[in-house]
């Protein structure tokens, strides 16, 4: 009944949202997004991105120590995230392309970092930064307010209503292909920061990672393709920097762990299996 309220809510306030402040209208774009795309709707999407993921080729890292990696960083994280609302159970993929800086997260709790992330890192506090920046993301239900963006108040509180069930399946490579999920605005952005600081310090690593990978991104901006899908869609620019630094002085956030030697196992671990594909690639 909650989700036929608010169904019929979206219908008719869909054509009034523009006349609010942005502000006003980011929080009602995400309340209306979380109450008309319910958790199990979320995962199927998330199933749905995955296979369409698959469809276009995309591989995942084999090396258990790189995986591992990974998933120990999320689930040190997850544990104060579960205090805020994250799903049971955030799914961790590591994409295997070494020429790819990007991460980002799905409906559903998936999150993807690309391998060319954690070699431009230099610890695991700038990994857990970019992790925990995406865990903020789908906290806040930031990937749900994509979906109502991208299908429209209609269409979705039509999908809450049961009136097209195969929308799911579709939904999935127009997110996918459009690059949708990955177009948060700056207020999204912010906050997803503001989040991933705060359980960064809870879990005892050094929140100031956060800023050093966003500085080394904003330096090699002028060296693309490399960064270009992470300057697309995690726009890294002064003022943001700037207002990370501010939020870790205001709350008096210094130092922590960083894990410099098992980051540098991951790397290494990378580049040894790069080592085999380039000799072929050469001829030899």
Same mark, same amino acid.
């Given at each position: ?183 948060? #605005?700056?207020? %999204?952005?912010? +906050? !997803?920061? *503001? ?7 809870? @879990?005892?690593?050094?929140? =100031? ?45 210094? #130092?922590?762990? %960083?894990?410099? +030697? !098992?980051? *540098? ?7 040894? @299996?790069?080592?085999?594909? =380039? ?6």
């Amino acid at each position: 009944m909650r989700r036929f309220v608010v169904a019929a809510l979206a219908l008719t306030v869909g054509a009034s949202v523009p006349a609010c402040s942005q502000r006003q209208r980011s929080k009602l774009e995400t309340t209306l997004a979380t109450a008309l795309v319910s958790e199990a709707e979320e995962r199927e999407i998330g199933r749905q991105v995955h296979k369409e993921l698959e469809k276009q080729g995309v591989t995942y890292v084999k090396q258990a120590l790189v995986t591992q990696y990974v998933e120990e960083i999320t689930e040190r994280l997850a544990t104060e995230v579960k205090r805020e609302g994250a799903p049971d159970r955030i799914k961790v993929y590591v994409i295997d392309d070494p020429e790819m800086v990007n991460a980002f997260a799905t409906p559903g709790g998936r999150l993807y970092v690309f391998s060319g992330l954690l070699l431009t890192a230099e610890d695991e506090a700038e990994v857990a930064g970019v992790i925990g920046h995406e865990l903020g993301h789908i906290v806040a239900k930031h990937p749900a307010k994509r979906i109502a963006l991208a299908m429209g108040y209609e269409a979705l509180a039509n999908l809450a209503l049961g009136k097209d069930p195969g929308q799911l399946q579709q939904l999935a490579a127009v997110l996918l292909g459009g690059g949708v999920l990955a177009a948060h #605005g700056r207020g %999204e952005e912010n +906050e !997803a920061d *503001r989040l991933g600081l705060t359980w960064l310090h809870r @879990a005892g690593y050094d929140p =100031r990672g956060m800023v050093r990978f966003f500085r080394r991104i904003k330096d090699l901006s002028a060296d693309p393709p490399a960064v270009l899908a992470w300057l697309y869609s995690h726009p890294t620019t002064t003022s943001r920097i700037e207002h990370v630094r501010e939020m870790l002085r205001r709350r008096g956030w210094e #130092g922590g762990e %960083e894990g410099v +030697e !098992a980051h *540098r196992e991951v790397r290494e671990a990378i580049l040894d @299996a790069q080592r085999p594909r =380039r000799a072929r690639g050469g001829g030899t």
